[in-house]
């Protein structure tokens, strides 16, 4: 059996319901996810730059202000899951 005949053979399941009930809220968590898992990478980098910043203000400063937003980024994407799983009546 070649490599190819077995990838051909796999088959992948779809994540979204069958039903529309439940599609804006997978895609709200998906889109938040998303938007959460950038602005904890973007925290990330900020945080190499703050450290790798040598001392210099403006540098510091700005990665600083990255941070902040980052953080901000994280927990709006924390709330907005929450509030639509409030409203859809679900548990995360």
């Known amino acids: 059996m070649s ?3 077995m990838i051909a053979t796999i088959t992948l399941q ?15 968590y998906i889109v938040m996810g998303t ?4 602005s904890l990478i973007i925290m990330v980098w900020a945080g190499m730059k703050y450290t790798l910043s ?3 203000p403006q540098k510091t400063s700005e990665a600083r202000n990255q941070i902040l937003y980052a953080a901000i980024g994280i927990v ?3 709330s907005a ?5 409030f409203v859809a009546g679900t548990k995360l």
């Open 35 to 38: 938007l959460g898992g950038i």
């Open 76 to 78: 709006v994407a924390i």
């Open 54 to 56: 040598s001392g210099d």
């Open 3 to 5: 490599l190819l005949h």
């Open 81 to 85: 899951s929450a509030i639509v799983g």
């Open 14 to 28: 779809n994540p979204l319901p069958k039903t529309n009930a439940n599609l804006f809220e997978n895609i709200m």
